[in-house]
């Protein structure tokens, strides 16, 4: 799992910021691993999202299914938590897709349970 965690910000390297290649790449591990990975590259679309949330949940957008999509939104507001602000991953979620919003706040309350 901690290998996946940050694998996608390999694979985002080496295929030239494709998201919807790092989408597939992790569409076709194995399962037990998939949510995590798709978490990773939420957590890179917040990176390269420079904290505008409209950028981040638009590289979440070419997730393939509605699975990798929430993952990846839950995963750009956990990071943006520690990187922006609690507001800031708040608003993210309230902005992503209806399909993303349950799953992504409970993301982040758990990560602020955690600090």
């Not at 390297?13 to 194995?30: H, L, T, V």
């Not at 999202?49 to 990846?72: M, T």
């Not at 990187?83 to 758990?110: D, G, I, K, N, P």
Request: hydrophobic letters at 40%; aromatic letters at 6%.
């Amino acid at each position: 799992a901690q290998c996946y965690l940050m694998q996608t910000s390999h694979m985002l390297a080496i295929n030239g910021g494709d998201f919807k290649k790092a989408f597939m790449s992790c569409s076709e591990i194995e399962s037990e691993y998939r949510t995590i990975c798709f978490q990773s590259l939420g957590r890179d679309a917040s990176g390269w999202s420079n904290g505008v949330a409209d950028v981040a949940l638009a590289f979440c957008a070419d997730g393939p299914s509605s699975e990798a999509r929430s993952n990846c939104v839950s995963g750009a507001a956990v990071d943006y938590v520690q990187s922006v602000s609690r507001a800031a991953a708040l608003s993210l979620c309230r902005h992503a897709a209806e399909e993303a919003q349950t799953s992504c706040v409970q993301a982040v309350e758990e990560q602020l349970n955690m600090l």
